[in-house]
């Protein structure tokens, strides 16, 4: 309907009603995350429901269906009533009043599928709340109503936004199917920090998979890219197609080492190999590593308006010369954070693409995060049309690699690979320059999400592996070393770098967020979101962000309660082991509930 992909599956869902137990009233409703089943009391009897692993996928919709019921297959709904005998052993001698079978949505992480459709400008989607409608309806239909009016919700609703998916997922049965039936499966399974799904893996892959793969390498899913997580020391771990737990007359994965390497981070205590990220990280800090980040989101803003589109969508001042690359967040119009990335203003000259496009005036480079690519590209273009200007966004992220060669003995690791002078006078932080790396050109900048001395390079997808060889054998001398992202969060955590929907979100604002250096509030040029910003500077913040760190040795992972004096202040957004300075570190932000801020701060 309308163009509009709806990522969602329908499946058969259901409960039974036993007859009266004796004793049971004001029995708690429970949850057994073991035996994935509920029970619930109903006046003097319960309801017994869960969610099986072979749930009946409801393929042949009928419009004829509705207000219908499906006849209950005992067969299916055997495990629950097994789980509940186990833990309501009465239920063995309770007969059965009655059954309830219906279709219910289920989406590809359990979440429900809301806002304006990618697609199609105000089409809103309020959608696959899987089974959980009469819960989170009132909260969902108040920001919806919010959204259709306002543009955005009130609240953080990015766990729920349709554009938390790639557009390239959300039409593909493949990746519906598997992702829904996984997270249906493990609805009721503890919730670790480091688990990854098993369903729809592979499905988009950079030029630097392979060779990963052959060196370790246990992937990250993001956006349904495979990014590195970190490096496993006993051998490839490879990504397996999806078995679904053996249901369904599906072979179940046998001597599946990936799927053994998460089961041993089912834990919420470090992990096993705690160590082996302490390496990683220790390798950039002291000597070089490098960071496989192909998965970003790789824009060219080009057109006869695209310094007017800059200077609106930006906080920060990005018409620095050519060859400049800033750091800057993106607002929405009540100056909460939408996004931040980086922008790099190009020369203008004729198409080289991938590495440049075609401009006769202003063009502009964004590189931003790939697990919020397409949240980025759908703000911008919404901004775009919003004000009218003439420009064109290309996305280029599948046309080239990345890959970031970081700590201190980076440079003499590139200046054998780079054709041209990595001193901080010829090439210093925040520029870029197209150069050659090993014959091929590349797009090369001087910047760091790890707060080490390094360089991104930007690479054609056909030059991506000759580029890695020559790194890697420029860097052997070195102790060279592969990392992953599990090193770039602690890495990044210690220097205080903020990620996107952790510790910086839309209910953010930048001066919140401890970004006020990335507002161009000194000069008179209007951007989204400044007055809100000029308005909470006048009246002084309410809350802002902190770090803090602990003296055990303990892991924490956000969402811990922040106190002074026995008083909640706030919760913690993000938190990981910072291995350098060796402590847990964590970002939260933090209310002001006496004052002024100084008073506040000295106080703790």
Not at 298 to 308: E, I, N, R
Not at 582 to 602: A, H, M, Q, S
């Amino acid at each position: 309907m309308a163009g509009v992909n709806v990522p969602l599956v329908a499946m058969h869902h259901a409960y039974v009603v036993t007859e009266r137990i004796e004793g049971i009233q004001n029995m708690p409703n429970v949850r057994d995350h073991d035996a994935s089943v509920y029970l619930r009391l109903q006046g003097d009897a319960l309801s017994v429901g869960g969610y099986e692993p072979n749930p009946i996928f409801w393929d042949d919709v009928s419009d004829k269906f509705a207000f219908s019921l499906f006849d209950l297959d005992w067969d299916v709904f055997m495990t629950h009533i097994e789980g509940a005998i186990n833990r309501v052993p009465v239920l063995e001698q309770t007969g059965i009043k009655s059954t309830v079978c219906g279709p219910e949505s289920f989406t590809a992480d359990h979440k429900p599928l809301m806002g304006e459709a990618p697609e199609v400008r105000g089409f809103f989607l309020g959608c696959g709340f899987n089974s959980a409608g009469m819960m989170l309806g009132g909260g969902c239909g108040r920001e919806l109503a919010h959204w259709v009016i306002h543009g955005r919700p009130e609240r953080d609703m990015y766990g729920y936004d349709i554009r938390r998916f790639h557009n390239s997922l959300t039409g593909n049965q493949r990746w519906i199917r598997e992702r829904s039936h996984e997270s249906y499966a493990k609805n009721y399974s503890v919730v670790f920090p480091f688990d990854e799904p098993l369903a729809s893996r592979n499905m988009r892959k950079d030029p630097f998979h392979q060779v990963l793969t052959e060196q370790g390498c246990v992937f990250q899913e993001r956006h349904g890219w495979e990014r590195p997580g970190w490096f496993n020391k006993d051998g490839p771990a490879p990504l397996k197609d999806y078995d679904y737990y053996g249901c369904y007359d599906v072979k179940k994965n046998e001597n599946y080492k990936y799927n053994e390497l998460l089961g041993k981070e089912y834990t919420f205590d470090f992990p096993p190999h705690h160590d082996v990220i302490k390496a990683e990280c220790l390798s950039c800090r002291h000597g070089v590593a490098v960071f496989d980040m192909s998965y970003f989101g790789k824009f060219y803003l080009t057109g006869p308006d695209a310094k007017k589109a800059a200077d609106w969508l930006f906080t920060a001042d990005v018409n620095k010369k050519p060859g400049s690359t800033v750091y800057t967040c993106m607002l929405n119009k009540r100056g909460g954070a939408e996004a931040d990335l980086t922008v790099s203003r190009l020369e203008p000259g004729s198409s080289n693409l991938p590495l440049a496009p075609e401009s006769n005036g202003d063009a502009y480079y964004l590189a931003i995060g790939g697990g919020v690519a397409e949240h980025n590209w759908n703000h911008i273009r919404t901004v775009l049309q919003d004000q009218g200007f003439r420009c064109q966004l290309t996305d280029h992220s599948e046309d080239m690699g990345m890959i970031s060669i970081q700590g201190p003995k980076s440079r003499e690791v590139l200046q054998e690979v780079l054709d041209t002078d990595l001193s901080n006078e010829a090439f210093p932080f925040s520029s870029h320059k197209v150069v050659k790396a090993a014959g091929h050109q590349v797009r090369a900048m001087r910047l760091s999400f790890v707060g080490e001395l390094g360089w991104e390079l930007h690479i054609p997808r056909d030059a991506c592996l000759p580029v890695y060889n020559a790194v890697m054998a420029a860097g052997a001398k070195h102790g060279i070393i592969n990392s992953g992202y599990r090193a770039i969060d602690s890495l990044s955590i210690e220097k205080g770098y903020r990620h996107w929907h952790a510790d910086l979100r839309p209910d953010d604002t930048p001066l919140e967020a401890g970004l006020a250096f990335t507002c161009k509030l000194k000069s008179s040029i209007p951007f989204q979101g400044r007055e809100t910003l000029e308005k909470q500077k006048e009246e002084g913040l309410k809350r802002r962000i902190v770090c803090f760190t602990i003296d055990e040795k303990v892991p924490m992972f956000g969402l811990e309660a922040i106190f002074r004096n026995g008083v909640p202040v706030g919760h913690l957004r993000r938190s990981d082991y910072g291995f350098f300075i060796d402590k847990t570190i964590g970002y939260g932000f933090i209310r002001n509930p006496i004052g002024g801020w100084t008073e506040v701060l000295l106080c703790w």
